[in-house]
């Protein structure tokens, strides 16, 4: 059964852009890996003959026309969710030098 | 440049598709004028628990863009997440396709002096944009617009197999027009409607060397620029017996040069994921066959058009890239109606390449001018030589801007002031005074010196404001000189 490494925590944090202390890391250590044996039991379910499949709800072609839909909720109240809102453009932390 | 190196060259476009809606949404998808942040909903914001729900119209632009590349659309294809954290990006993933796109294969065709060069592409998918973020000078902040959050994309990827900056060039021009053409997109460059990544790299043997990946090229010229800065940049590099970084770069037009982004992460560290919230795409066959019946004509079948009509190649391409059929303005029935009317079809060119086509590229609602009878008139205006080429092009211009103008439009020239006098006597009346206050030049002119009869015609054209038609005025000026 493959298990997740300190490292690999330390890289899942990084790509999720959070900061995790070293009790954390621990913490997610453990329930990271308790997660992923769960999902592993999957593994030993025989597939074989079965085709491959992306979606378990066997839809297809789920579409709309090319038409402008008012879904009643206004930016300006879409605005309104976020911390930080200057000239009715998203305020953030500086992405360039 | 060192020839010693053999460079290489591929390229990912994304071609913004030509829907009235964004790809999950159905917020309004022109983004170039609207105010920040009014084209979005919770979809392109983010929001949990908001259901993306697939455009048809965009299955339909991409069957469109298959057949241009000259290849049938998959039937099946999937959409996946690819996860990257970055505040242009609110979902946290983008949609796109990844191991199941709706093209594979395909191929784009041009002529560069005068061979014919295939690119293959490897393939093309469908994918929502991110926003837009921009970086006030100065402030600890940046600033985010969502308008362009989910706007639909193509993304084309060519096979390596472009091997200069010229090659380059010509292939995204290519792209560009079968794009244009085939109604995939409205082609606006300058508002990024096709952007153009360029992978190089420089090889001494068989194996491709490594590569730079310089992204965000919005014109044919910066995709040559940047392709040539590379090519320069990793030969001077290995000549010094450095090695090139695999990297993204930028191309800063100021300073004409590629420059070092950030390090890009890894296809892996995306952590792809088909998107449970968007069932499989299946194409109907019989679908496929109805938008090939109703496929718009080529760049191709356009050249062959323009070729019939006598025009030389860079006239037909000059025209090709303005738009021959996909606006309103049908230059082409134009041209063709001057061919069966027997009148002048370069001079047609010219004006609709120097004049028509610039101001419609400033003015987009100039498209509906009416032009038939305004173009005859303004030949008819010249071939009587009422008209000199500088006033003719002015003539033109006010004439598409000004439907009052077109109407009258021989009347409308006369009161701007734009008609030669080529009236014989009322311009001779005009050229006598103009000799008599000048004996000197008279006197060289009957000795001789052709000199003189250039500026006696200035002295003419001084006092009828421009108007006088020069060569009437010098035809003239011999004979009442000749019979002194």
Redesign the interface.
């Known amino acids: 059964m493959a298990r997740l490494s300190k490292d690999d925590v330390l890289r899942l944090a990084h ?3 959070i900061e995790l202390s070293e009790e954390e890391v621990s913490e997610f250590l453990i329930e990271l890996n308790e997660v992923l044996a769960y999902v592993q039991q999957l593994q030993s379910s025989d597939t074989e003959g079965i085709r491959e499949t ?2 378990v ?1 066997a ?13 009643g ?1 206004p ?1 300006s109240e ?2 309104k ?1 976020l911390p ?1 809102v ?11 030098e | 440049m060192s020839a010693k190196y053999r460079p290489t060259i591929g390229i990912e476009c994304h071609v913004q598709l030509r829907t009235k809606t964004k790809l999950f949404s159905g917020a309004g998808n022109d983004a170039r004028t609207a105010k920040p942040n009014t084209l979005i909903n919770h979809i392109d914001f983010g929001l949990p628990g908001a259901l993306p729900v697939f455009n048809r119209e965009a299955m339909h632009l991409a069957i469109r863009a298959a057949l241009a590349l000259g290849v049938e659309p998959q039937l099946f294809s999937t959409f996946d997440r690819k996860h990257y954290f970055y505040p242009d990006l609110p979902m946290g993933y983008q949609i796109t396709q990844y191991d199941q796109p709706v093209i594979l294969g395909g191929k784009v065709e041009y002529i560069l002096n005068g061979e014919l060069k295939t690119v293959a592409i490897t393939r093309a998918h469908l994918e929502a944009d991110a926003g837009k973020s921009s970086h006030p000078s100065a402030k600890a902040y940046s600033l985010v617009d969502l308008n362009r959050a989910g706007t639909p994309l193509l993304e084309i990827v060519s096979e390596p197999q472009m091997h200069s900056a010229a090659e380059a060039r010509a292939y995204a021009k290519e792209l560009y027009l079968l794009m244009c053409y085939a109604g995939v997109t409205d082609g606006d460059l300058y508002h990024g409607n096709m952007r153009f990544d360029v992978n190089v790299s420089l090889s001494e043997n068989d194996q491709l060397g490594v590569r730079s990946e310089t992204k965000n090229l919005n014109s044919f010229r910066a995709v040559e620029k940047a392709v040539a800065y590379e090519i320069k940049r990793q030969s001077d590099l290995l000549d010094r017996g450095q090695s090139v970084v695999q990297e993204t770069r930028g191309w800063n037009e100021a300073k004409q040069k590629t420059l070092s982004q950030r390090s890009k992460e890894n296809a892996d560290d995306y952590r792809y994921m088909p998107d449970p919230d968007l069932p499989p795409l299946e194409i109907d066959p019989a679908f496929i066959k109805k938008v090939r019946s109703e496929m718009p004509n080529l760049p191709s079948f356009w050249r062959n058009e323009l070729s019939s009509l006598g025009l030389s190649l860079s006239q037909s391409e000059i025209l090709l890239e303005a738009g021959i059929d996909f606006t309103n303005a049908n230059y082409m029935d134009l041209l063709l109606d001057f061919k069966h009317s027997g009148l002048n079809t370069k001079m047609l060119v010219n004006w609709l390449v120097n004049v028509d086509i610039p101001l419609v590229r400033t003015d987009s609602s100039l498209i509906n001018a009416n032009r038939r009878e305004l173009y005859k008139e303004v030949i008819g205006l010249v071939e009587a030589g009422k008209l000199s080429s500088t006033n003719t092009k002015e003539l033109i211009a006010a004439a598409l801007k000004s439907s009052e103008a077109a109407k009258d439009l021989a009347n409308y020239a006369s009161r701007a002031g734009l008609l030669q006098q080529s009236d014989s006597s009322e311009l001779e009346a005009i050229i006598q005074e103009v000799l008599a206050s000048n004996e000197a030049a008279v006197k060289d002119v009957a000795a001789g010196q052709d000199k003189a009869i250039g500026f006696l015609i200035g002295q003419v054209m001084a006092k009828t404001s421009g108007r006088a038609n020069p060569e009437v005025a010098r035809q003239i000026v011999k004979r009442l000189i000749k019979q002194d």
């Open positions: 790509l999720a852009r992306n979606q709800n839809l297809t072609n789920v579409m709309r026309d090319d038409q402008l839909i008012d879904y909720y930016p879409l605005l969710n930080a200057l000239d009715d453009q998203i305020q953030v932390k500086r992405m360039v």
